[in-house]
């Protein structure tokens, strides 16, 4: 399900394709394309659809670790995983998913400020007028008086609290699996633990995956207004990192568990054959050679005489 769901998610990058351009106290973001030649606020409604699919990417990942404590150490609770109680995980996903689109469309929506504030560097980086490109903005300081503009700020810390309480719901679950991970297991056969240790490893590994390419990317993005740094770059480049995740955590599974590694390697090879079989050459059989008679030897001609 969460790799469907990220195939799904780098479909609407593709389509949507968001950039962030960082200027000093200020963070730009918008996009160049223009799916299906749709109108200028359509471009920013779509803009504000990516934002919840990344939310509702990382609520979604979340939501499997707390699927995953429950599977080993309490089980029972396992039925709201089942059936139509799977639409209680669907609205806790949608509800973060709106609560970060909602809340850029509306925080990030351009007053004069921040208008006045990119309107000379767009042209400079992407030879095109402000009021050419679907994009919003913030401005986290006042360019004459540097006081906070709240409103602007606001966005940064809606986006700051979605992150938090996933990764928290992480990091718990994580913790509570390792200090119960001993107790649990020593009671199973070796094959078992054995089984159950590969889990917990792949377990680390997979809250150290999305703190690269899902939390520490936007974290970057999301703090840099507020550090009244001189900058002027675009950072469209760490988005791209946020559809990698799910394909990373396919590949940590059948990495780090040895029965899904072994399945997928004969998959593999399964369908290596299957692909070299039409290019290969048909073997030609060996052809007879009709062998000649072999010369008499001189005693045997000197016997026959």
């Excluded at 990119?118 to 360019?143: C, K, Q, S």
């Excluded at 675009?234 to 568990?257: E, K, R």
Aim: glycine content about 4%; aromatic content about 16%; overall charge positive.
């Amino acid at each position: 399900m969460f790799a469907a769901f990220g195939m799904i998610f780098a479909v609407v990058e593709v389509v949507v394709y968001p950039n962030v351009h960082m200027l000093n106290t200020g963070a730009l973001y918008f996009t160049l394309s223009r799916p299906l030649n749709v109108s200028l606020d359509v471009s920013k409604v779509l803009l504000a659809v990516y934002t919840w699919f990344y939310a509702f990417t990382i609520s979604l990942l979340a939501v499997l670790f707390i699927y995953r404590y429950l599977a080993v150490f309490n089980q029972k609770h396992l039925k709201f995983f089942r059936g139509f109680s799977m639409s209680i995980w669907f609205s806790y996903c949608s509800f973060f998913g709106f609560q970060y689109s909602i809340g850029t469309y509306t925080f990030m929506t351009f007053d004069d400020i921040s208008f006045a504030y990119f309107h000379d560097e767009v042209p400079l980086r992407y030879n095109m007028t402000l009021a050419e490109i679907p994009a919003m903005g913030i401005v986290a300081y006042d360019p004459v008086d540097g006081s906070i503009r709240w409103w602007n700020v606001m966005c940064l810390l809606n986006i700051f609290t979605i992150m938090a309480i996933q990764y928290t719901i992480m990091i718990c679950c994580g913790l509570k699996m390792h200090w119960k991970m001993e107790d649990k297991i020593k009671y199973y056969s070796p094959a078992l633990r054995r089984h159950h240790q590969q889990f917990f490893k792949t377990l680390v590994i997979q809250i150290s995956a999305p703190t690269m390419t899902l939390f520490a990317p936007l974290v970057f993005i999301v703090c840099l207004p507020m550090f009244k740094m001189e900058i002027d770059m675009s950072v469209g480049v760490l988005i791209c990192s946020f559809t990698m995740y799910p394909a990373i955590d396919a590949l940590i599974v059948m990495y780090v568990v040895s029965d899904y590694r072994k399945i997928a390697l004969k998959l593999l090879k399964s369908v290596t054959k299957k692909i070299r079989k039409p290019f290969k050459a048909p073997k030609s059989g060996p052809k007879s050679i009709a062998k000649r008679p072999e010369p008499m030897s001189t005693s045997t001609q000197v016997a026959n005489e």
